[in-house]
């Protein structure tokens, strides 16, 4: 009878346990749902369109394709983890209630900012505070490769990206111009164009953005973490070879580079951009991986011939699972049903709810269309009179900038045009983004770009700029664009979502526009494109001064 009630005791604390652990998921999931869904847009840019699953999955693109894979793979460790490896059950209650407790607050206010990647990081400290409070620091020291890879599923700031992607646009086409001539092919970068390529016979390729590194960048990072952590090398030595997939990465795209450069020259550049271009895709990260194999076995050589051979250990030495460790996977469950567990639970549902009060109270979309008033119908610049059309966005358009108040208007005379674009928010620093991503998600190459000064303002004197040349096709852009940020301009995104967020919180004016001017480069001509872009830049701000809070 007694042995009866102690099953049915069990019983009950099983079914306990596992509503504390389904109440825990379900608040977990009200809490990032939409931060995840964030990290599943970036991850598949196209699923913001309709389409098909297949065209979701495949279209636009990302730096982050490789973000579906993350979460699974750490699962697949943990399992492994949990299966072959001792984990004992020594509650840390007031170190995870501190980690858990600081990683929600980081969250709420990431919520308030609306900076989804920080909320994507304050998950993973959640993570470790559970972890924590349920079993303790020594679990904690087993599973912490499994949570911290974590960090590779989450998107940096799209901002960071596109900087990021130029800078290794140009050591690419650098690194392979160089290694080409040294192969006998006869090639040089244009001195207008930053990332296109001159060969014999008049041939031209541009170094696209795919060719650039970053998605192998970030990619072989994730990989040389996961092998860093499964190789025979240990200490410094893993760190090492961990900060080697950033060289390899170089290389690896510099070597695929100089394939497309020989391609071209030997066939053209049809050839070097169509099959060959997407198959090299692939065998870079072939080359990537036998690169970082390579790297491990000759630190193992040398060390080998310094007389300081590695000690080479099983991964878990000393810390496997016994016969005195089984049905572990229970105790690690069962842990959840205590006093903390539950406390855990309350503290989670509350932070759901703030969660949810939070990004409800976020100010609502300003919506008064004053972008459109911002400027007049007809704009008089250095003394001509220039004729304005308005051009409508698309809804995909409107809904990410997150914002119903935009103006692109295009002024056209003497054979040529000027738009200017307006994308305001009087609350709202979201509705903002540099104009790089959207040029580049739009298929444009962007060739040049340097900071610029736009004297003679009325009323001003400067204002803080930044010019862009793109190219698509034969065809060549010039963008010169500023932010505003309440009263203040400034050519830099993080100075205006700073200046912005701090205004809202202190209840000043927290309004914000992005100003961009287009106008077409007509051959080499950007000295033209650029006078004529200051000029409606000059002529644009005072009214924007006027008209826009």
């Avoid at 244009?190 to 296109?196: K, L, M, P, Q």
């Avoid at 051009?391 to 056209?412: G, K, P």
């Avoid at 995104?493 to 961009?516: D, E, P, T």
Wanted: net charge positive; proline share 3%.
């Amino acid at each position: 009878m007694v042995e009866l009630e102690t099953v049915k005791g069990s019983q009950r604390s099983a079914w306990h346990a596992l509503l504390l652990w389904l109440g825990i998921v379900a608040a977990l999931t009200v809490m990032f749902y939409n931060t995840f869904r964030e990290m599943w847009i970036r991850w598949f840019p196209a699923w913001r369109t309709a389409g098909d699953l297949y065209h979701k999955i495949t279209g636009g693109e990302s730096y982050y394709t490789h973000g579906p894979l993350v979460p699974l793979v750490s699962l697949v460790i943990v399992l492994l983890l949990v299966r072959h490896v001792r984990i004992p059950v020594r509650p840390q209650r007031a170190l995870g209630g501190i980690v858990l407790g600081l990683s929600l607050l980081l969250h709420l206010v990431a919520c308030l900012a609306r900076v989804n990647f920080v909320s994507g990081f304050a998950f993973i400290g959640v993570l470790c505070g559970l972890v924590l409070i349920f079993w303790g620091l020594e679990a904690l020291k087993r599973l912490w490769f499994p949570i911290a890879f974590l960090i590779f599923m989450v998107p940096l700031p799209e901002v960071s990206i596109a900087n990021l992607n130029f800078r290794l646009k140009m050591w690419a086409s650098t690194i392979g111009v160089f290694l080409a001539n040294l192969c006998g092919v006869m090639c040089e970068r244009s001195g207008d164009w930053g990332n296109e390529v001159i060969l014999s016979g008049d041939k031209r390729l541009v170094i696209a953005n795919v060719c650039n590194g970053l998605r192998t960048l970030i990619s072989l990072l994730a990989f040389g973490a996961l092998y860093a952590y499964v190789c025979k090398l240990r200490g410094l030595w893993r760190v090492g070879l961990f900060l080697a997939s950033i060289v390899v990465a170089v290389i690896a795209n510099s070597v695929r580079i100089l394939g497309l450069l020989i391609v071209a020259d030997i066939w053209d550049e049809k050839v070097a951009t169509g099959w060959f271009h997407d198959s090299s895709g692939i065998l870079i990260f072939v080359l990537a991986f036998l690169l970082m194999f390579a790297l491990e076995k000759a630190v193992l050589a040398i060390r080998a011939g310094l007389k300081r051979p590695a000690k080479i250990e099983p991964l878990f030495a000393g810390l496997l699972r016994t016969d005195q460790d089984e049905g572990q996977a229970g105790k690690l469950a069962m842990a959840v049903w205590r006093p903390s567990g539950m406390v855990s639970v309350v503290i989670l549902g509350i932070a759901m709810g703030g969660t949810l009060w939070v990004s409800r109270s976020l100010p609502a979309v300003f919506d008064k269309q004053m972008a459109k008033k911002a400027l007049p119908q007809q704009l008089s610049v250095a003394g001509a009179k220039w004729p304005g059309e308005d051009l409508e966005l698309s809804q995909q358009e409107m809904d990410i900038l997150e914002t119903r108040d935009a103006l692109v208007r295009q002024f056209r005379s003497a054979g040529t045009f000027v738009e200017i674009s307006i994308i305001f928010s009087e609350d709202n620093r979201k509705g903002t983004h540099p104009p790089d991503l959207c040029l580049e998600g739009g298929g444009q190459d962007i060739v040049s770009k340097q900071n610029l000064e736009v004297t003679g303002v009325q009323n001003r004197g400067s204002v803080s700029c930044r010019e862009l040349v793109t190219r698509q096709g034969q065809a060549s852009m010039y963008y010169l664009y500023t932010y505003k940020c309440g009263r203040e301009y400034t050519d830099s995104f993080y100075r205006q979502q700073w200046v912005v967020l701090l205004n809202g919180l202190l209840a000043r004016n927290a309004s914000g526009a992005l100003i961009r001017v287009r106008t077409p480069v007509y051959g080499n001509d950007i000295v033209g494109a650029r006078r004529r872009a200051v000029a409606f830049m000059q002529a644009g701000i005072p009214h924007i001064d006027t008209n826009l809070p």
